[in-house]
């Protein structure tokens, strides 16, 4: 990071899962489908702290796997807004799994930045709505 860049945004918990068997892929490890709906899920919860009403998701940005998944892992879905824009929200969601038990090592399972517009009934894009002051 150089010294002109903002520090990085404080990451919140946006969603905490327990991985159930009924996720698992033919190798028996939890679907990477399953994790990028959870990664959706949690930047939206991100992205309508800073705006209300409908937003789509149009991007999801270098997601990659680092570590698979297991069945029985507690997975902490935590978010950081990166930019407010006039119709978006870009959101950079980091992806840790409790192996076993509370208070195990947390894993760095995957991170990705995911894009979200703000749209009409129709979907066309709409300006987020700023507070007033």
């Not at 892929?25 to 959706?40: K, P, Q, R």
């Not at 702290?49 to 879905?77: I, K």
């Not at 509370?102 to 979907?123: I, L, N, R, Y």
Request: aromatic share 6%; proline share 9%.
């Amino acid at each position: 990071m150089s010294s002109h860049e903002p520090p990085a945004p404080q990451r919140v918990p946006a969603i905490r899962v327990v991985m159930m068997p009924k996720d698992t892929n033919a190798l028996g490890t939890i679907f990477g489908g399953v994790i990028l709906s959870y990664i959706d899920q949690a930047g939206a919860v991100e992205a309508h702290r800073h705006c209300p009403g409908r937003l789509v998701t149009v991007a999801m940005r270098e997601v990659v796997f680092h570590a698979p998944v297991l069945v029985g892992d507690l997975v902490s879905f935590w978010t950081a807004t990166r930019r407010v824009g006039t119709t978006s929200v870009t959101v950079y969601v980091e992806v840790e799994a409790e192996r076993g038990h509370t208070g195990a090592p947390k894993v760095k399972v995957t991170e990705a930045e995911v894009v979200f517009v703000h749209v009409s009934e129709d979907g066309r894009p709409l300006p987020i709505p700023r507070p007033a002051g």
